[in-house]
């Protein structure tokens, strides 16, 4: 029963993937006073399902300098990893429950850096060697401030799984008690999945496409699902861990939602940065206020302690 349902969920994940890339190229497209995709379909629905049979019927071709086989089943690999992270997924029924989910999340997300850095270098190519670089050096900054806000939560709340965030947000959402960690959190998510005003792995201006500049047809579209899979999954995790997190709600998808037209609208609004003070952001701003909202809820676990127990 868990594998069957397991399955149907990866079908929907793949579908949203689909409904999410049309949902950015429409509200992109109306920020920029045009239409975007409005031909194939009624508004342009069935535009990612043609755009997916283009991508995957292309000829494949190959860098004659590269590792034929990594290069080949690396984005693969990639994809597999994106969407093994979604049994974390917080079923109400029929659910393998993980007493230890949210560190799973973080060791499943860091995998990501490897094959970024797998990726480009079995393309012996420049750029994708300077993307790969970047993105590795950007990813591994952000995931340190990152795992810190998560610890932060840990020791409030004294667990590691998906329903005691429910739980704990029944009358408050986390994201009141914590205003500015919410704003690093989401800026942080912006990094650590390469997107604006932090895409600096496929920055187009100096490095054509990043990584991914010798992926065509199915290798691209691999390295796309999982890119935009990890988004969606990202966006599920902020809600359950600031917004509520009452997943037998259609409120919570609603959230859901929001949070993926978050991530668009950030895209339309704001230029690149500049990497220099992505990296002073990091170590800088973000990692010292972590560092002290952890203290902050040390101090606040040991008054909750006093108070109930002594």
């Not at 007493?99 to 490897?114: A, K, W």
């Not at 750029?127 to 590795?136: E, T």
């Not at 995931?143 to 840990?154: D, K, T, W």
Request: net charge neutral.
């Amino acid at each position: 029963m868990f594998i069957l349902i397991f399955f149907i969920l990866m079908v929907m994940v793949l579908l949203s993937v689909g409904f999410f890339t049309l949902l950015e190229r429409k509200v992109l497209s109306y920020c920029q006073l045009r239409l975007g995709p409005n031909k194939v379909g009624y508004c342009g629905v069935f535009q990612p399902f043609s755009d997916g049979m283009k991508l995957f019927f292309k000829e494949t071709s190959w860098p004659l300098n590269s590792n034929i086989l990594v290069y080949y089943f690396c984005p693969l690999f990639s994809l597999i990893q994106s969407l093994f992270i979604w049994i974390l997924f917080p079923f109400y029924i029929n659910c393998v429950e993980f007493s230890f989910g949210l560190l799973f999340f973080l060791s499943c997300s860091s995998l990501s850096v490897y094959f970024l850095m797998i990726c480009g270098w079995s393309s012996n190519s420049i750029y994708s060697i300077l993307g790969c670089v970047r993105s590795i050096s950007q990813s591994i900054s952000y995931e340190v401030a990152l795992a810190l806000i998560l610890f932060c939560y840990f020791l409030l709340i004294d667990s590691y799984t998906f329903y005691d965030l429910k739980l704990f947000q029944f009358y408050l959402w986390f994201s009141f008690i914590s205003f500015p960690m919410f704003f690093c959190w989401l800026s942080c998510c912006m990094a650590e999945t390469n997107r604006s005003p932090f895409d600096f792995s496929e920055g187009e201006s100096e490095l054509v496409s990043g990584f991914n500049v010798e992926y065509g047809s199915g290798g691209f579209a691999y390295l796309f699902i999982s890119e935009y899979s990890s988004i969606i999954f990202i966006c599920l995790v902020t809600v359950m861990l600031f917004l509520g997190g009452d997943y037998v709600s259609f409120f919570f998808y609603m959230k859901l939602v929001f949070m993926c037209y978050f991530f668009i609208w950030v895209r339309a609004s704001f230029p690149r940065y500049r990497y220099d003070k992505l990296m002073f952001l990091s170590w800088k701003c973000y990692l010292p206020i972590s560092l002290n909202y952890v203290f902050f809820f040390c101090l606040l676990k040991l008054l909750i302690f006093y108070h109930f127990f002594l």
